[in-house]
């Protein structure tokens, strides 16, 4: 996208929501009754880390809060740097590694799940799914438990619910109209939570430039210009507020390329924590193209579409 075209799309006057108390107070994180509604594709509601062609292990230094860039600039650079990512072939497979970070019944201790997935690019055969969580339980105490799940490749599910989204439209207007036909509330509620369920998913470089723009037309989207994920890293962070819980897309400032999401309190009388409080945040690891996928074990589970 040239400048003139980038200048035309900025928002004159949106209001930038500075992040000032430091990245020392927003490290709390966690799990808890305030996560946005994600379609369990992964046995435990993981997040799936998005597809982005190559492989990447990202390890961004902290950097200070500064005035943050328009939030349709930094999507349509986010959206410029995934159209240039490499498209698998068919028959290949699209592996990711990507850490959740919660708190056990949304207020004690804090605990990760480390989730490795082999998706069949094309959406034909079959996915694997490896957990691991980093705590055993106690008594009393539920978590994910640790696994191999076998995920189908679900050809009669609609496209937005496939665990690969290939299919998924590239026209922005297209791709909102279909959001919004997911879920409750009203137009933007509805985009915005299909959006964050979409963001870290497997998907073709063209779908994930379209959701990204599209995400910048949906009402109430800001921008703050300091976001951390479950690895810790800094970057700019695409935000939209709902039932008193602030949703976090976190981009990395020089290039734009999506690193994980943060779920923050943002109103006061909240069960699990004064606002500010991290309730769950995630972080994309690593991203390839493989040509195959390990061989599950013998107690594998199958996962339905």
């Known amino acids: 996208m040239d400048e003139l075209k980038l200048v035309e799309r900025l928002r004159s006057e949106v209001p930038l929501d500075i992040d000032v108390a430091g990245a020392e107070n927003r490290w709390r994180r966690g799990h808890g009754g305030p996560v946005r509604r994600r379609r369990p594709l992964l046995p435990s509601a993981v997040v799936a880390a998005a597809c982005a062609g190559v492989v990447a292990t990202f390890l961004v230094a902290h950097q200070e809060p500064g005035r943050a860039a328009n939030v ?116 933007g509620d509805r985009q915005w939570a299909a959006a964050t369920d979409l963001v870290d998913r497997p998907a073709p470089p063209r779908v994930r430039a379209a959701l990204y723009r599209a995400i910048a037309e949906i009402p109430g989207v800001r921008l703050r210009d300091d976001g951390v994920d479950a690895a810790g890293r800094h970057g700019v962070a695409v935000t939209r507020t709902q039932d008193g819980v602030r949703d976090e897309l976190v981009f990395d400032r020089a290039g734009h390329r999506f690193l994980g999401t943060r779920n923050v309190i943002a109103g006061k009388g909240h069960p699990f924590g004064p606002p500010g409080t991290t309730t769950q945040s995630s972080a994309l690891l690593k991203t390839a193209i493989v040509d195959r996928a390990p061989l599950h074990g013998p107690d594998a589970t199958p996962s339905s579409c």
């Not at 497979?93 to 490795?116: A, K, M, N, P």
């Not at 026209?171 to 909102?176: E, I, N, R």
């Not at 109209?177 to 997911?182: E, F, N, P, R, S």
């Open 72 to 187: 349709a600039a930094v999507l349509d650079r986010a959206a410029d740097r995934a159209a240039g990512d490499p498209s698998p072939r068919a028959g290949q497979i699209v592996y990711q590694e990507t850490v959740t970070r919660r708190r056990v019944g949304g207020t004690g201790r804090w605990y990760e799940v480390r989730t490795r997935t082999w998706l069949p690019a094309g959406g034909a055969g079959s996915g694997l799914i490896i957990e691991k969580n980093s705590i055993r339980p106690r008594p009393g105490e539920e978590l994910p438990p640790d696994g191999e799940t076998l995920v189908g490749p679900c050809p009669a599910s609609p496209p937005i619910e496939r665990p690969y989204l290939g299919a998924l439209p590239t026209d922005t207007g297209a791709l909102l109209d279909l959001l919004a036909d997911q879920g409750e509330g009203d137009r």
